[in-house]
């Protein structure tokens, strides 16, 4: 196990980022037997797919024109620095039911790879009209390699490995972001910045989207993935992310047309991963170290960003005097129709009153009077009326009149 450090060249302007040789820390033990390992050729015979052995040949080379693969018991390694040590690949050929391997001694083998990849050329794939063999034969007997395919034999020299380019574990990078994307549309948006500038492109996430952002003498480009747009996932720790690199290198480790879907990894000034998903057990991951520049290119897409939450802000500010708006007018309707229901309740009130009132009418018994009375015999109503008697007479109605009092209602006159 090792750490890998970066180290910030001088002139951070023209100067690239590079992995230090001195950062790798190995154990002991891991260095012995990987030193014999390497000093021993390998003999081996492997039967693979030949049009993703063809294809993958075809990647290494972008990194590495002459690898050494280590060759154990039940898999195929290969972890190789570039020549200036900006690019890390890292291929895995395990022993499956498609992929035969019979290994006769552990150990290394180093080739031409350019070489390689010219006597690929002539493997055809098959097709319906090209009923043709698919597979592709690699042989090892310690000084040479032999790779035969649809009836052609080829043999190449091994060559000595360069220890320098050698790397024997993965870097241990902690990632802060990790995004799962449609590799076409992110390598089409890495080689359209290309045409802005050569010198860096950088790449923003936040917990939404990552972006690709150019800029240059042509001027500005700037491309946005979301989980609509070429995002699958989107895994960020931190609430942004920021790096640049060299756009011709990283859009020449994007271009593998064979696999669709790639997870990105990368972190502030540190190397990004772009890691493969294979679907066929093939372990297939390159690293590219990060570009260091004095001109900031996430200056102005800081501030629109600043700007868009700001934006952000206001909208939901917006938002929310329009919901209180609502509830006034929810709470204006309520109180009207409670007020309707009150006034439409206190005209039904009157209505009931009446129907109790005549219902209490029909049920109404005048009281009892009392009994005229009698007048004596010896008081009986002279003929004669005098003035006042007639006059009360008008007034009350009744005949009887005693001491200024009617006997009949009871008034009083005077």
């Known amino acids: 196990m090792f750490i890998w450090k970066v180290k910030t060249p001088l002139r951070a302007t023209t100067a690239r980022c590079h992995f230090s040789v001195a950062a790798m820390q190995l154990k002991e033990g891991d260095v012995k ?20 052995f063809k294809e993958l040949m075809k990647y290494v080379e972008k990194v590495i024109d002459e690898p050494t693969f280590m060759v154990y018991e039940n898999r195929l390694e290969l972890r ?21 391997l019979i290994v006769k001694r552990e ?4 080739f031409d ?10 493997f055809k794939k098959p097709t319906k009209k090209l009923n043709l063999d698919g597979e592709i034969v690699v042989e090892s007997d310690g000084e040479n390699l032999k790779v035969n395919f649809q009836g052609q034999n080829h043999t190449l020299p091994l060559l000595k ?10 870097p241990k990078i902690d990632f802060d972001c990790e995004i799962r994307i449609d590799a076409k549309q992110f390598y089409e948006a890495i080689k359209q910045s290309t045409e802005y500038t050569n010198i860096c492109v950088g790449l923003y996430a936040n917990r939404n989207e990552l972006r690709v952002i150019a800029k240059g003498e042509n001027g500005e480009y700037k491309r946005i993935f979301t989980e609509i747009n070429g995002i699958i996932t989107l895994d960020c720790l931190t609430e942004e992310v920021k790096a640049a690199y ?3 290198i990283l859009s020449k480790i994007l271009n593998l047309p064979i696999y669709e879907i790639a997870t990105i990894s990368f972190k502030d000034d540190q190397p990004i991963k772009i890691e493969w998903n294979t679907n066929n057990q093939i372990q297939l991951n390159a690293w590219l170290a990060p570009r260091i520049d004095d001109n900031n290119i996430f200056e102005e897409d800081q501030t629109t960003i600043e700007n868009k939450e700001t934006q952000t802000i206001e909208q939901s500010k917006t938002e929310t005097k329009i919901e209180e708006q609502k509830e006034q ?21 009157p209505i009931e ?16 009077r009392k009994p005229i009375l009698k007048l004596p015999e010896n008081e009986q109503k002279s003929e004669e009326i005098d003035e006042f008697t007639r006059l009360v007479q008008i007034f009350c109605r009744h005949e009887h009149i005693i001491n200024n009092r009617c006997v009949t209602c009871g008034k009083v006159f005077h």
Request: proline share 5%; net charge negative; glycine share 2%.
């Open 107 to 110: 150990g290394h083998i180093c």
């Open 329 to 349: 007018k929810e709470n204006i309707e309520t109180q009207k129709v409670e007020t309707e229901t009150n006034v439409e309740q206190k005209e039904n009130q």
């Open 161 to 170: 490995p360069n220890d320098y380019l050698i790397c024997n574990d993965t």
């Open 246 to 248: 060299d756009p011709e």
């Open 80 to 100: 190789n620095f570039d020549r200036s040590r900006v690019m890390l690949i890292e291929l895995i050929i395990p022993y499956t039911e498609t992929n035969e």
């Open 353 to 368: 009153q009446k129907t109790e009132n005549v219902e209490q009418k029909e049920d109404y018994q005048p009281p009892k």
């Open 33 to 52: 037997m990987e030193s014999e390992k390497k000093n021993e050729t390998a003999i081996f015979k492997m039967i693979v797919d030949g049009s993703t």
């Open 113 to 122: 790879l350019k070489k390689l990849n010219k006597l690929l050329r002539a």
